[in-house]
């Protein structure tokens, strides 16, 4: 039972009321040449990783080569990214909130 309430609590401190979480910022990059991993971090204190394979041949459809052109990235400073806030699509998910880096939001902001 204490299970329970705790996971509520965790829940709702992650989905504030008025916090805006359609962008959230980078607060670690590690890059150890054949992973990226990418730390956001949510008002409630709440961190998600998102994690790249570093590809051989940078093709269209790379996640990695859509988030650096969007961003007007290098792919080889990638830690320039620390402290930017970066557009995110929320979806609750057995109570829960994930979040998923919005691809289109940065594409089209390039564009």
Do not use: Y
């Not at 052109?69 to 109570?95: A, I, N, Y």
């Amino acid at each position: 039972m204490g299970d329970d309430i705790d996971d509520i609590a965790d829940t709702l401190g992650a989905v504030k009321a008025g916090e805006d979480l359609s962008t959230l910022p980078v607060t670690t990059v590690e890059d150890d040449g054949q992973m990226v991993t990418l730390r956001l971090q949510t008002p409630a204190g709440n961190v998600f990783a998102r994690e790249f394979k570093r590809p051989p041949v940078w093709g269209a459809n790379c996640d990695l080569k859509r988030l650096v052109d969007g961003l007007g990235v290098d792919h080889d400073s990638l830690e320039t990214l620390e402290g930017e806030s970066l557009p995110v699509r929320r979806e609750v998910v057995d109570g829960r909130p994930r979040f998923e880096l919005d691809f289109e939001r940065i594409t089209a902001e390039s564009a």
